[in-house]
């Protein structure tokens, strides 16, 4: 079962930078390629920058040319929650913290083997725990 973390919106906004606090706790969206995470291939553990909650891996990670870091699938199923975004023209799966409620950003249909998804996340509502130490 998923630790739940919740904090009040005036804890959340002391806690993460401006670009954490609107993209996890109000649903914005970084500018493609302006994320720190879009170029980097290193090893390691995908967190949530709200939480901490452990949610992708390096192994999953790929380049897909949209300009944001994207997975093939989360590090287990239960880490993130799906859920219906009408904000748009057309209907998306925002995907969010299973563990915070955080918006981490949306999943797609249309990614690589073997899992045929492509999670397009924010790099700022991630951190990346480097393996190795480094």
Same mark, same amino acid.
């Given at each position: 079962m998923t630790h739940k973390v919740t904090k009040p919106d005036a804890e959340w906004k002391e806690a993460l930078t401006a670009d954490q606090y609107r993209v996890l706790r109000k649903k914005g969206t970084e500018r493609p390629f302006t994320g720190q995470?879009?170029?980097v291939m290193d090893g390691g553990v995908y967190r949530c920058a709200g939480c901490g909650a452990e949610?992708?891996?390096? @192994?999953?990670?790929?380049?897909? %040319? /949209? %300009?944001? #870091?994207?997975? /093939? @699938? #989360?590090?287990?199923?239960?880490a993130v929650e799906r859920h219906r975004d009408w904000r748009m023209l057309a209907p998306r799966t925002e995907i969010r913290c299973a563990s915070c409620g955080g918006h981490l950003g949306h999943v797609f249909a249309d990614g690589p083997a073997p899992t045929g998804e492509r999670y397009c996340m924010n790099s700022c509502a991630l951190t990346l725990e480097r393996s190795g130490g480094s």
């Open positions: 995470y879009v170029h949610l992708f891996t390096s @192994q999953d990670k790929y380049d897909s %040319g /949209t %300009g944001w #870091p994207s997975f /093939t @699938q #989360p590090v287990d199923a239960a």
